[in-house]
């Protein structure tokens, strides 16, 4: 993961895209991780990487969690990556479902 020098502070809201065949990734990791982005790929080889960034976001009465979001994403398999070379954790979207993965420390 890099770290993007423009993620700062806490992020408003994020407007999800789910149905009609896409779904939605909420990545929670662990503070240490702000600004950090993190890819995703199809699983399929040589699939282009997308990324994300960790931000804090404000959850209930006064809670925060640092999450990454992917809002909309076509059905079916991908590949995150968040440990640099390291072997990519499966995920699996479901249309009009939003999935949530949590790293370690999270």
Do not use: N
Request: contains cysteine; proline residues 7%.
């Amino acid at each position: 993961m890099e770290r993007d020098p423009e993620a700062t502070g806490a992020s408003e809201g994020v407007a999800i895209d789910v149905g009609d065949g896409r779904g939605a990734l909420v990545v929670r990791g662990p503070m240490e991780v702000l600004g950090f982005e993190i890819e995703l790929s199809r699983s399929s080889p040589g699939a282009r990487r997308t990324h994300a960034v960790f931000h804090e976001r404000r959850v209930g009465e006064g809670g925060r969690v640092c999450a990454a979001v992917f809002p909309s994403l076509p059905a079916g398999s991908y590949d995150l990556f968040a440990e640099g070379d390291g072997a990519p954790m499966q995920v699996e979207i479901e249309d009009g479902a939003v999935r949530e993965v949590r790293l370690p420390g999270a």
